[in-house]
């Protein structure tokens, strides 16, 4: 099975491989390796994507799982923001990295720790928290 991401039963825990779609706020689940990607999608809502290195049966993101990505995200690029482990991403995917961040154009790349993340739209900009 290729790895795959779902709908998120709540956006304020969108865990490993799940998106969620939210009026004002989105939740993380806790970030290991983890890469988050936040936008302010067509409609002006938040979206979160959650996306692991590796899905459940050891399948690795890869560039075939990006077009998914984007379809998901349908955002202007500038109101776009990477956050969690972009160094290990880049450094062990960096293939499948680089064409996500080519193709997202992110307005910012935000490297943080393990943790758990939040995002708010404040004044039609995207604010991440680690909480």
């Known amino acids: 099975m290729a790895?795959?991401?779902h709908k998120a039963k709540n956006a304020q825990e969108i865990k490993e491989r799940e998106y969620g779609i939210a009026d004002q706020m989105i939740k993380f689940?806790?970030?290991t390796s983890c890469l988050g990607i936040v936008a302010i999608n067509?409609?002006?809502k938040l979206?979160?994507?959650h996306l692991s290195v590796v899905d459940e049966n050891g399948d690795a993101f890869s560039p075939t799982v990006v077009p998914l990505v984007t379809s998901l995200v349908?955002?202007?690029p500038r109101k776009v923001v990477f956050v969690g482990h972009n160094y290990l991403w880049e450094e062990n995917l960096p293939?499948?990295?680089?064409?996500?961040?080519?193709?997202?154009?992110?307005?910012?790349?935000?490297?943080?720790?393990?943790?758990?993340y939040q995002a708010v739209i404040e004044n039609g900009e995207?604010?991440?928290n680690r909480i």
């Open 3 to 5: 790895y795959s991401i």
């Open 29 to 31: 689940t806790k970030f």
């Open 42 to 44: 067509n409609e002006g």
């Open 47 to 49: 979206i979160g994507i």
């Open 74 to 76: 349908r955002s202007d």
């Open 95 to 116: 293939v499948a990295y680089n064409e996500l961040k080519n193709a997202l154009q992110p307005s910012d790349t935000t490297d943080g720790e393990d943790g758990t």
């Open 126 to 128: 995207i604010i991440v």
